[in-house]
């Protein structure tokens, strides 16, 4: 009792805790139309298409294939990745397709859709209700995303983000969305006159979930009937739940979820902040109901109320199941007059022109409109801007719309996005009251869908960016290390080689080398031994350092056979004979000391014996030619071998 | 007079000390031009252009070695963001470099590859999955179009598509007023 005078006190004094938001239109309502009749039930229909696109976020990963029998409630697309919705068989039946088909988007694009061919029996799963007043926050939020439910009011947001309830939330008050604002929508209404129990029950489930301590529920006042079910069943539940119902003045966009908290609460969300951040949240009264058959009944999101309006000739609100194709829906209430052009998806001010006829109902469809000519008048060709601002009074978010058109129509991006282009709702209040009849909406959608391209266009280019810059450092460091390998490898077979000559160096090329050297020494000693039977300087040395004797002896072969060969020829080297005097007497003197070393005995035998046999001694030369050919090519080859290993490491 | 030179030179002295100090403590890292051109860049890394890569490109344009009319796949919005951001005169796009062609991405026809990993070893940015002998296959959300796995596939198993429009990545329209013949009366005809 107490609590009904509460609420009956706060319903009086409801003009006055109202706090009106900037701007707004009040276009003509038509929303007694479609509330003359109570809420219809359809047939099940020959079809159900189910567009896996049928929420924010991501596409749903489909678990049936063609040809699987399913039942109603049955989960066929489950939810991928954090935000994306489930999706379930709305009635008993087979499944007959899994095809692309024109789906409800103002693209008119087809995407993929399970096709449903119902057998009839409407033939529930099992279901399986909680007992959420006893369960932890923590799984019934988990088990909310196998519901499907999105919200209901045409945001299609998946509804189980919302209620990320880990049990500190922060939020304070929910804020129950029943404004209903645009004309010809009364789905809500009539879901409040009729089911107001079930709103309340649902509301006290999303209270718990978000431990929520106050519930505001927002009404528009050209809703008497549904804010009178609503009181009453409010005021039919427990002193505990401290819910209210306020009733906002009717004024467009006041069911825009930001304006709505505004109105009931005076608070004004930061344009970069979401609601849960100053502790609030918004749920659509549908949304709430589909809750309430979630948790206590056991049924997952598989139908919705649409008012079916506009053009028809007997328009009314109907409970659908998702997939039900709009046609089916048109002939219910009655098929659309002669004169209908298109059919409109939402209400007139934000909603879209169906692409076709031939579409499925889905979660987003909170309302169809048959448009004729008569309804909705074409609109007159625009004309030019006179920048009379009556947009910028008319915007509820405080743009300014008429800078807004400029930067878009100019492809100003940049500026469009500085004058708060995403803050833009979208609601076609500036359209609508704009003298000169300009699309600023669609300038504002065009301008957006632009900036989200090239927004994702960057996001590409820096993913590419990063792979590439990731790809050039792995190549440089794939051969840092190879190198790194071959210098350990180096180093072992050094250490494993020390032992048995100290000549051997770290390197293998060098060792090649010292091969090709002894090598060489071998070959010129065995020239050598042909041409002359005596030779002690090319005798090969017993010493440790053989090989570096026997590069000094080849040299030292060489430079003899090539003096021999002079002499051979009968005279003494060219370029001696013509030196100047300093030369020659420099000359002597190394002589001196060579002969003071005891190398020039050598020379002399070895001249001794060339002189005598000149034949002999060319053929020493080929001989040390033929060996340093062969040496070369040794080294040569062990330089190959080491780097095609290089190659295959 | 003389109190006040000092005081002039003092504060001279202090102030000059002050901001050397403060130059080098809050020194601001100027935006290097590179990076800048390299953002705009489309990162196909396709090498059209001449260079082996786009920040290979991006240093050349910034030297003044490179045109900024170069990359096919930046278009002609490429260039002109180019243009602007170098202060010079917008070219149209050099035809030599290539023309500007729609988006697309590499697609591999899984039944003819026959598992060389030549296309892996060709791709810029490692958007290609595969293994000797086995079939390959491209990461198509990190193919940026670039073409280059096409030539050394030697069995012409990949091919570019297109890609097209999906409710995912349309856009709004322009809006446009449509154009109306109207009915004309006979009388005026006369």
Known sequence: MMNAIVNLASLFKSAKDIFPFHGGVHPPENKAQSTQLPIGQLPIPQKIVLPLRQHVGNIPKIKVQVGDYVLKGQLIAEAEGTVSAAIHASTSGTVSAIEDAIIPHPSGLPDRCITITPDGKDQWIEKAPQDWRNAERKTLVASLRLSGIVGLGGATFPTHIKLRADGKSGVHTLVINAAECEPYITCDDMLMRERADEIVKGISIAQYLLGAEKVIIGIEDNKPEAAKAMEAAVNKVDMGTNMQVKIVPTLYPSGDARRLVHLVLGTEIPYDKRSTEVGLQVFNVATVVALYRYFELGEPSINRIVSMTGNVQAPQNFEVLFGTPMLHLVQAAGGEKANTTHFIMGGPMMGFDLPSADVPITKAANCIIAASPTLFAPPPPAMPCIRCARCADACPVNLQPQELYWFAKSDNFEKANDYKLFDCIECGACSYVCPSDIPLVQYYRYAKSEIIAQDKAKEAADLARERNDFRLARIEREKQERAQKHAERAQAAKNDTATQSPAATTDEAKKAAIAAAIERAKALKAATQDAAQTEPAVKPAQTDDAAKKALIAAAIERAKAQKAAALAAGNAPKNVADAPEPVKKEIAEIEARRQAVGLSEATESVTANNTSNADADKQALIAAAIARAKAQKAAAEAAKQASSETEKD | ?190
């Not at chain 2, 202090?14 to 130059?23: D, M, P, Q, R, T």
């Not at chain 2, 003819?112 to 491209?138: E, F, R, S, Y």
């Not at chain 2, 069995?155 to 809006?175: A, E, F, L, R, Y």
């Open chain 2, 1 to 190: 007079m003389l109190t006040a030179l000092t005081i002039m030179i003092g504060l001279a002295l202090g102030l000059g000390a002050l901001l050397g100090y403060a130059a080098l403590k809050f020194k601001v890292e100027g935006d290097p031009l590179i990076a800048r051109i390299d953002a705009i860049l489309p990162q196909t890394q396709c090498g059209q252009c001449g260079y082996p890569g786009c920040k290979p490109y991006a240093t050349a344009i910034a030297n003044g070695e490179a045109d900024i009319n170069q990359c096919p796949p930046g278009g002609d919005a490429g260039v002109r963001a180019l243009a602007d951001l170098m202060g010079v005169e917008y070219k149209p796009l050099n035809a030599e470099n290539g023309v500007e062609k729609p988006k697309s991405v590499a697609f591999i026809d899984e039944k003819i590859c026959i598992g060389c990993t030549l296309c892996i070893q060709a791709c810029p940015v490692d958007a290609i999955l595969g293994a000797a002998k086995h079939m390959h296959t491209i990461i198509a959300s990190e193919c940026t179009g670039c073409e280059l796995c096409l030539a050394p596939c030697p069995v012409d198993c990949i091919s570019m598509q297109p890609i097209g429009v999906t409710p995912d990545n349309w856009k709004w329209k322009h809006p446009v007023i449509p154009i109306k013949s109207l009915p004309v009366k006979p009388a005026q005809i006369a």
